[in-house]
């Protein structure tokens, strides 16, 4: 079955769906550095550089998927700063529309896509007194479409990340309605820190490089699959701290922040997140698009690509392109692809029943 993923950035929702066994057929983004990630990591698979926000710019996308035959399933992740917590939250921040192409272009295609899945922060659903959530709703019934919506928390499938996402999924109302997959993890079994990442070097003594190798075997479960088809390590490279930043972080107890550390020490920082150290028993916390608050629960530094990518549930196999400030920020603003193979898998089984 043939996926289209909108707003894909790297691509870490339709990865997936790619392991869950989709056909990704496309990737739209606007960051061109993000879709030669997404290209390098799909299987035949095409990107392009589409402002979504602009419906003269869809008619590109409809003719390109009507040549392939169309698509069965569109997933859609609009930028979410609208929504955010921590955006601007203005109500008419044209980044709450994006929604609308994706509508739009299930509407243009000549075969009518059987599903489409929108993800997006929790806040989506209460901001503006709902607004956008009824609008969201309304677009899958006019469409005639079934709808269903869930906030889904990533410890429980399997992340080791303190992560919630809220889904819209419609599904054409010949198949019924879908129904969200089980949580496979209850709390005492959560993925920790040290069960993600433990078996990565530590960079203590070399910054790391873009092919270095494994230098012990893997300490949990989750190592071992984030290791299949990967025999060398990318994208695990080392922040040069100043000495002052590396003392303020080792005065940073395991699990603590900025309220820790002892009077007249780190001022510069003093914001909720500001100097968190992760801890090594407990999943990390919500991993972001820059990297210079949240440290490492053991070694006096950021958390490396990797180590978030890891955190992120991204396999050890997809590499991200680019600078490293563009890598984290790619990192951060995905989607777990562990989320979306649950999400996947329930759809493959509804579908499958045609």
């Given at each position: 079955?043939?996926?289209?993923?909108?707003?894909?950035g790297?691509?870490?929702?339709?990865?997936g769906?790619?392991e869950?066994?989709?056909n990704?057929?496309?990737?739209?983004?606007?960051?061109?550095?993000?879709?030669?990630?997404?290209?390098?990591?799909?299987?035949?698979?095409?990107?392009?550089?589409?402002?979504?926000?602009?419906?003269?710019?869809?008619?590109?996308?409809?003719?390109?998927?009507?040549e392939?035959?169309?698509?069965?399933?569109?997933?859609?992740g609009?930028?979410?700063?609208?929504?955010?917590?921590?955006?601007?939250r203005?109500?008419?921040?044209?980044?709450?529309?994006?929604?609308?192409?994706?509508?739009?272009?299930?509407?243009?295609?000549?075969?009518?896509?059987?599903?489409?899945?929108?993800?997006?922060?929790?806040?989506?659903?209460t901001?503006?007194?709902?607004?956008?959530?009824e609008?969201?709703?309304?677009?899958?019934?006019e469409?005639?479409?079934?709808?269903?919506?869930k906030?889904?928390?990533?410890?429980?499938?399997?992340?080791?990340?303190?992560?919630?996402?809220?889904?819209?999924?419609?599904?054409?109302?010949?198949?019924?309605?879908?129904?969200f997959?089980?949580e496979?993890?209850?709390?005492?079994?959560?993925?920790?820190?040290?069960?993600?990442?433990?078996?990565l070097?530590s960079?203590?003594?070399?910054?790391?490089?873009?092919?270095?190798?494994?230098?012990?075997?893997?300490?949990s479960?989750y190592?071992?699959?984030?290791?299949?088809?990967?025999?060398?390590?990318?994208?695990?490279?080392?922040?040069?701290?100043?000495?002052?930043?590396k003392?303020?972080?080792?005065?940073?107890?395991?699990?603590?922040?900025h309220?820790d550390l002892?009077?007249?020490?780190?001022?510069?920082?003093?914001?909720?997140e500001?100097?968190?150290?992760?801890h090594?028993?407990?999943?990390?916390?919500?991993i972001?698009?820059?990297?210079?608050?949240?440290?490492?629960?053991?070694?006096?530094?950021?958390?490396?690509?990797?180590?978030?990518?890891?955190?992120?549930?991204?396999?050890?196999?997809?590499?991200f392109?680019?600078?490293?400030?563009?890598?984290?920020?790619q990192?951060?603003?995905?989607?777990?692809?562990?989320?979306?193979?649950?999400?996947?898998?329930?759809?493959k089984?509804?579908l499958?029943?045609?």
């Open positions: 079955m043939r996926v289209l993923d909108l707003f894909s790297c691509g870490g929702f339709s990865y769906f790619q869950a066994g989709f990704v057929v496309l990737g739209i983004d606007n960051v061109d550095i993000a879709l030669k990630t997404f290209k390098y990591n799909h299987n035949n698979t095409h990107t392009k550089n589409v402002d979504l926000s602009k419906i003269d710019n869809l008619q590109e996308i409809v003719n390109f998927l009507n392939k035959g169309g698509v069965d399933v569109i997933i859609a609009p930028p979410c700063q609208g929504f955010s917590l921590t955006g601007s203005k109500e008419d921040d044209e980044r709450n529309k994006l929604f609308y192409s994706v509508f739009e272009i299930a509407k243009m295609l000549n075969k009518k896509p059987k599903a489409i899945i929108i993800e997006n922060v929790p806040g989506l659903a901001l503006y007194k709902g607004k956008a959530k609008e969201i709703e309304r677009n899958f019934k469409n005639k479409y079934t709808k269903q919506s906030i889904l928390y990533a410890p429980n499938y399997g992340v080791p990340q303190i992560r919630k996402r809220l889904f819209f999924v419609g599904l054409d109302e010949h198949y019924g309605n879908f129904k997959p089980d496979i993890l209850s709390k005492d079994e959560y993925i920790t820190c040290e069960k993600a990442i433990s078996d070097p960079l203590e003594v070399t910054m790391g490089d873009e092919n270095i190798d494994y230098i012990c075997e893997p300490n479960d190592q071992v699959k984030m290791r299949l088809n990967s025999k060398k390590i990318n994208n695990h490279i080392g922040t040069q701290h100043t000495d002052l930043v003392s303020v972080i080792a005065q940073v107890p395991e699990g603590g922040n309220k002892p009077k007249g020490v780190g001022d510069s920082r003093k914001f909720n500001a100097w968190t150290r992760y090594s028993q407990k999943p990390s916390k919500t972001d698009t820059g990297h210079r608050n949240h440290f490492h629960y053991k070694y006096n530094r950021v958390p490396t690509v990797r180590e978030n990518a890891r955190f992120q549930s991204f396999p050890d196999n997809f590499k392109l680019g600078t490293k400030t563009q890598q984290y920020r990192v951060g603003n995905a989607v777990p692809p562990l989320l979306g193979f649950h999400i996947a898998k329930q759809l089984k509804v499958d029943n045609e």
